[in-house]
C-alpha cells in the first residue's frame, strides 16, 4: 500500500506538471512590454540625435569643397604651384574655419567620419611631383614637401587630419626603379593617403577612342596594384575632360572607378544629394582672389561657403546617419533614405 500509495502520488504529480506545462505558454504581455521598451529607446535615441543635429545646424546635403593642388615649390612658376608659405597659410584658413580633411575615396564611398559641427575638406593632388612625397634616406618626408607640412600642421593642431589623394602618373614622384616607386607608393599607404589614378601618360581624353581611354586608365592602374596593393577607386581627368562617354573613365577591364573628379570650377555636391554625379565631380582650383580667380578659385568658394553655411556639408558626427534641415528633404537621394535624419 505504501508503495502504491507512493507511485500514486508520483504519478499525480507529473500529470500536474504536464499539465502545468501545457497552459505555460510565452507570456505575451512581457513581450509587448519588451518590445514598447525598445520602440520607447529606439524613439528617444532619435529624437537625441535630432536634437544634436539642430544644434550644431548639420547639413550633410551641402556642398564640400575639392581643393586641387599640383606643385608645391619655393618659388612658383606657374598659377599651379603654391610655396610652402602658401600652402601652410591654406592649411591655417581651413582649420580656422573647421574643415577636416576627408579623402576623395571616403567622399564618393559616404563615409564622411568627422566631429559634429564640422566641415569636410577634399585636399587632392595631381601629377605625383617630387614637391609632394620625396623621402630621405631615413624614409623620412623631407621638409617643406606637401606631405611633411599636413603632417606638421596635423600634429600642431589636434583634429585636424594629414589627410589627403594624390593622383599618380607614370612619373611616380620622380622615381624610375620599381624598388623606390613601390616604397612611395607604400608609404602613401601605410600613412592613411589615398592613392587615385591621374591616367599613365597625363594625356587629354577628350575625343579618344574606348580602346585608348582603357590603356590610359588601366595601365597605370595595373602598376599601381602591382606596386601598392592598391586598387585606385577614384579617377582625375587630366585637364578635367571626359572622354567622349563619361563612364569609361568609370569602368574598363583594370579598373573600376567609384568616382571621377574635374578640374574645376566649383564646390561638389555631397554624395548624399540628388544632384551629386560620381562620373564627375568639381574641384577647385587654389589660388587667391585675381582675374579669373576672382570668383572660381578657393579663396573665392572658401569665402562664399563661409557667408553661405547653409549651402555647407556640416557634420552631425554620425557616419551613421544622413543629417539635414526638414526643407532639403527633396534633394535627398532616395538610396539613403534608411539613413535620412531631417531635423
Known amino acids: 500500500m505504501r508503495l502504491g500509495t507512493l507511485l500514486g502520488s508520483g504519478v499525480g504529480l507529473i500529470a500536474v506538471a504536464i499539465l502545468a506545462g501545457c497552459d505555460s505558454g510565452p507570456d505575451t504581455a512581457k513581450l509587448a ?4 521598451d525598445a520602440a520607447a529607446r529606439l524613439k528617444e535615441s532619435r529624437a537625441a540625435k535630432l536634437k544634436a543635429a539642430a544644434k550644431v545646424k548639420a547639413n550633410e546635403l551641402g556642398q564640400i569643397p575639392v581643393l586641387m593642388f599640383h606643385r608645391i615649390v619655393p618659388k612658383p612658376a606657374t598659377t599651379d604651384d603654391r610655396s610652402p608659405q602658401q600652402f601652410r597659410a591654406e592649411l591655417e584658413r581651413l582649420i580656422r574655419e573647421d574643415y577636416v580633411p576627408i579623402t576623395a575615396a571616403e567622399m564618393v564611398a559616404g563615409k564622411i567620419d568627422i566631429p559634429a559641427g564640422k566641415h569636410p575638406v577634399v585636399l587632392t593632388f595631381d601629377d ?5 612625397l620625396t623621402l630621405n634616406e631615413m624614409g623620412v618626408p623631407q621638409k ?3 606631405v611633411e607640412i599636413l603632417k606638421d600642421m596635423a600634429a600642431k593642431h589636434p583634429g585636424f587630419r594629414p589627410a589627403a589623394t594624390f593622383y599618380v602618373t607614370r612619373d611616380m614622384f620622380g622615381k624610375t626603379t620599381r624598388e623606390e616607386q613601390a616604397q612611395y607608393l607604400l608609404w602613401l599607404k601605410d600613412n592613411g593617403f589615398e592613392i587615385g589614378n591621374h591616367t599613365r601618360d597625363h ?3 577628350r575625343g579618344r577612342t574606348q580602346k585608348e581611354v582603357e590603356e590610359q586608365i588601366g595601365s ?3 602598376q599601381i596594384s602591382g606596386l601598392s596593393y592598391t586598387n585606385p577607386t577614384t579617377i582625375a581627368l587630366p585637364y578635367g575632360n571626359q572622354p567622349s562617354k563619361k563612364e569609361w573613365a568609370l569602368r574598363g577591364k583594370l579598373y573600376h572607378h567609384k568616382g571621377a573628379f574635374l578640374a574645376g570650377y566649383t564646390p561638389a555636391a555631397s554624395p548624399f544629394s540628388k544632384s551629386y554625379d560620381p562620373a ?3 574641384r577647385i582650383k587654389v589660388m587667391e582672389k585675381k582675374g579669373d580667380c576672382a570668383q572660381f578659385c578657393s579663396a573665392a568658394w572658401l569665402d562664399w561657403l563661409k557667408n553661405n553655411p547653409d549651402m555647407r556639408y556640416t557634420s552631425d558626427g554620425d557616419v551613421r546617419t544622413v543629417a539635414y534641415p526638414k526643407y532639403k528633404n527633396p534633394y535627398l537621394r532616395k538610396s539613403y533614405a534608411t539613413w535620412s535624419l531631417a531635423y
Open 128 to 132: 605625383s611631383s617630387p614637391s609632394q
Open 220 to 222: 597605370i592602374a595595373q
Open 33 to 36: 512590454n519588451t518590445k514598447a
Open 203 to 205: 594625356h587629354n581624353l
Open 144 to 146: 617643406d614637401t606637401a
Open 280 to 282: 564627375g565631380i568639381p
